[in-house]
């Protein structure tokens, strides 16, 4: 059993910056994957970024060239970097961690932290 505990929301006013941390409770380094959801009023749970054991990344193209994901292994940690914020990125920001159970693919999540964009 794995549990993350996300940190770092807040609010700040378009243009602004914050970094999202995530910290499990077990090993990110034998997850598949890491990644950053989001969900805002209304809308479905999207994935924003994605890095995965071997240090790919993927992002959302609405987040390209302004979120960062990055892991530090030695922390147990995840973290999302994100510049140059817009309103529209007002939502709830989820952790979520990539395994494998019964040859089946899994996913922890953490219980989301809040992320609101003022114009």
């Known amino acids: 059993q794995v549990q993350l505990v996300e940190s770092g929301g807040g609010l700040v006013q378009a243009g602004g910056s914050l970094r999202l941390s995530c910290v499990a409770s077990?090993?990110?380094?034998?997850?598949?994957?890491m990644g950053w959801y989001r969900q805002a009023p209304g809308n479905e749970r999207e994935l924003v970024a994605l890095?995965?054991?071997?240090?790919?990344?993927n992002y959302a193209d609405s987040v390209k060239g302004r979120f960062t994901i990055s892991r530090d292994n030695a922390k147990n940690t995840v973290y999302l970097q994100m510049n140059s914020l817009k309103p529209e990125d007002t939502a709830v920001y989820y952790c979520?961690?990539?395994?494998?159970?019964?040859?089946?693919?899994?996913?922890?999540w953490g219980q989301g932290t809040q992320v609101t964009v003022s114009s």
């Open positions: 979520d961690a990539k395994t494998t159970r019964g040859f089946r693919p899994y996913d922890y």
């Open positions: 077990g090993s990110i380094f034998s997850m598949n994957a």
């Open positions: 890095i995965t054991r071997g240090g790919s990344t």
